[in-house]
């Protein structure tokens, strides 16, 4: 259960296994759970109001207007009866409060109305219908935060990428707490490869993941020189060894090389059926390789096309985006704020700030605001993930995207792929 000691909150177990009360199962919270609360709870100052609405945003699965929230913020305390020692007052002094701790107990937002946690000890079920009446009554439309693979599978429209991880064993223990706070706030899709830091990458997703794993939707990618049959089998061991796993979610081939296509296809579609991988895509594959994949055997069982995508490298939405979007197949975006060229933006800094957010973060905004896009930016320092992560409660307004689209003018010719 959680107490209230003076202003600050301690977190207990309260037993094991399920209880049922009312005709209702109270679910005991899990060790991740209780994690992410007292990670609410001891975060330092200096919090901003837009990272308490993008935790608030998260648990409800709903966007507040930034004019509507401290009387919503009201409104909720007032609700649920907690003192109001445990919360921010104003939310900006950084104190999380008890609000989202509690509320992300109560489970996922589509399952508010059926589940509770006994973690907590004020988090009862109609006080959390209370809460969530509040919250769709203040609320407004909030952006997508899933997109569906061709498959069916739903999977976030933001993830965590990985690229330059893993490079320096010095760096390897910044690096594994970002990732598990982009867990902590719901960011589950994470991309990695072979090719990054010679397999180092890998190793350092695999320290952040242990103990966490089903909560992850793992990307990961091959080589070309490694995209023989033989090859791609001890590639895709390898990587498995190395993240302590026993599958990856989606493999990728990381771009084209000398191997004949429907080879690296065969064994990709080996590597499924055995349950070493979940999905295979492809990345850096331009129209005529989409277009040459589509008429192979399989070839349609793709479920991504990872490329560069952001504001400056529009040139996909001529003719690739089109494709992979009439064939049902999202693109997965690498460098969506251009390694970090776009946070210095100054026209992106205006539009900002309407939003009472950074640049980086309305470039971002941009890139999962595209149907079918999942953007997958990387970081290393600890509020540049809590920046990404809020970014996904952006909602760009017509005038934005004009202003955008002046800024940064799309494609009117086929430009060929870029990579970097």
Same mark, same amino acid.
């Given at each position: 259960?959680?107490?209230?000691?003076?202003?600050?909150?301690? %977190?207990?177990?309260? /037993?094991?296994?399920?209880?049922?009360?009312?005709?209702?199962?109270? *679910?005991?919270?899990?060790?991740r759970?209780?994690?992410?609360?007292?990670?609410?709870?001891? @975060?330092?100052?200096?919090?901003?109001?837009?990272?308490?609405?993008?935790?608030?945003?998260?648990?409800?699965?709903?966007?507040f207007?930034?004019?509507?929230?401290?009387?919503?913020?009201?409104?909720?305390?007032?609700?649920?009866? #907690?003192?109001?020692?445990?919360?921010?007052t104003?939310?900006?002094? /950084?104190?999380?409060?008890?609000l989202?701790?509690?509320?992300?107990? &109560?489970?996922?937002?589509?399952? +508010? @109305?059926?589940?509770?946690?006994? #973690?907590?000890? *004020?988090?009862?079920?109609? +006080?959390?219908?209370?809460?969530?009446?509040?919250?769709?009554?203040?609320?407004?439309?909030?952006?997508?935060?899933?997109?569906?693979?061709?498959?069916?599978?739903?999977?976030?429209?933001?993830?965590?990428?990985?690229?330059?991880?893993?490079?320096?064993?010095?760096?390897? =223990?910044?690096?594994v707490?970002?990732?598990?706070?982009?867990?902590?706030?719901?960011?589950?899709?994470?991309?990695?490869?072979?090719?990054?830091?010679?397999?180092? =990458?890998?190793?350092? !997703?695999?320290? $952040?993941?242990?103990? +966490?794993?089903?909560e992850?939707?793992?990307?990961?990618?091959?080589l070309?020189?490694?995209?023989?049959?033989?090859? !791609?089998?001890?590639?895709?061991?390898?990587?498995?060894?190395?993240?302590?796993?026993?599958?990856?979610?989606?493999?990728?081939?990381?771009?084209?090389?000398? !191997?004949?296509?429907?080879?690296? %296809? =065969? *064994?990709?579609?080996?590597?499924?059926?055995?349950?070493? %991988?979940?999905?295979?895509? #492809?990345?850096?594959?331009d129209?005529d390789?989409?277009?040459?994949?589509?008429?192979?055997?399989?070839?349609?069982?793709?479920?991504?096309?990872q *490329?560069?995508?952001?504001?400056?490298?529009?040139?996909i939405?001529?003719?690739?985006?089109?494709?992979?979007?009439?064939?049902?197949?999202?693109?997965? $975006?690498?460098?969506? #704020?251009?390694?970090?060229?776009?946070a210095?933006?100054?026209?992106?800094?205006?539009?900002?700030t309407? @939003?009472?957010?950074?640049?980086?973060?309305?470039?971002?905004?941009?890139?999962?605001?595209?149907?079918?896009? %999942?953007?997958?930016?990387? =970081?290393? +320092?600890?509020?540049?993930?809590?920046?990404?992560?809020?970014?996904?409660?952006?909602?760009?307004?017509?005038?934005?995207?004009?202003e955008?689209?002046?800024?940064?003018?799309?494609?009117?010719?086929?430009?060929? &792929?870029?990579?970097?």
């Amino acid at each position: 259960m959680m107490k209230n000691s003076g202003s600050r909150l301690t %977190i207990e177990n309260t /037993g094991d296994g399920n209880r049922s009360t009312g005709g209702r199962t109270l *679910v005991q919270a899990s060790e991740r759970r209780r994690r992410y609360i007292s990670m609410l709870l001891d @975060h330092p100052t200096g919090r901003s109001t837009a990272m308490e609405l993008s935790y608030i945003n998260l648990i409800f699965g709903v966007k507040f207007k930034r004019s509507d929230f401290l009387s919503t913020h009201k409104r909720m305390r007032t609700a649920i009866s #907690v003192p109001s020692s445990v919360f921010a007052t104003p939310p900006e002094d /950084g104190s999380i409060g008890l609000l989202s701790g509690m509320a992300r107990e &109560l489970g996922h937002p589509a399952k +508010r @109305h059926e589940n509770t946690c006994s #973690v907590v000890a *004020v988090a009862n079920l109609p +006080r959390y219908d209370k809460l969530a009446k509040i919250a769709e009554e203040t609320a407004m439309p909030s952006p997508s935060v899933t997109t569906t693979l061709p498959s069916g599978e739903a999977v976030p429209v933001l993830g965590q990428g990985t690229w330059m991880m893993g490079e320096d064993r010095s760096g390897t =223990a910044d690096e594994v707490a970002a990732l598990r706070l982009g867990l902590d706030l719901g960011v589950t899709l994470i991309d990695t490869a072979e090719m990054y830091g010679s397999g180092g =990458a890998e190793k350092v !997703v695999g320290e $952040a993941i242990a103990g +966490r794993r089903d909560e992850v939707f793992l990307v990961s990618k091959v080589l070309p020189s490694n995209a023989s049959r033989n090859g !791609v089998i001890r590639a895709c061991e390898a990587s498995l060894k190395r993240m302590h796993t026993d599958r990856i979610d989606l493999y990728l081939l990381h771009w084209r090389g000398g !191997v004949p296509l429907a080879e690296t %296809i =065969a *064994v990709f579609e080996e590597l499924r059926q055995s349950g070493k %991988i979940r999905h295979w895509g #492809v990345s850096n594959f331009d129209t005529d390789d989409m277009e040459e994949m589509s008429r192979l055997s399989k070839g349609k069982n793709a479920q991504t096309n990872q *490329v560069l995508y952001n504001l400056t490298r529009r040139g996909i939405e001529f003719d690739l985006m089109p494709l992979c979007r009439a064939g049902g197949l999202p693109v997965m $975006a690498y460098s969506p #704020v251009e390694q970090g060229a776009l946070a210095d933006d100054k026209g992106l800094a205006a539009i900002a700030t309407r @939003h009472d957010a950074t640049a980086a973060q309305v470039a971002l905004a941009w890139v999962m605001a595209q149907p079918g896009v %999942i953007a997958i930016p990387k =970081a290393t +320092r600890l509020e540049h993930v809590r920046q990404n992560a809020a970014a996904r409660d952006i909602a760009l307004t017509a005038q934005d995207l004009a202003e955008l689209d002046s800024l940064f003018p799309p494609p009117q010719r086929k430009r060929p &792929l870029e990579m970097i």
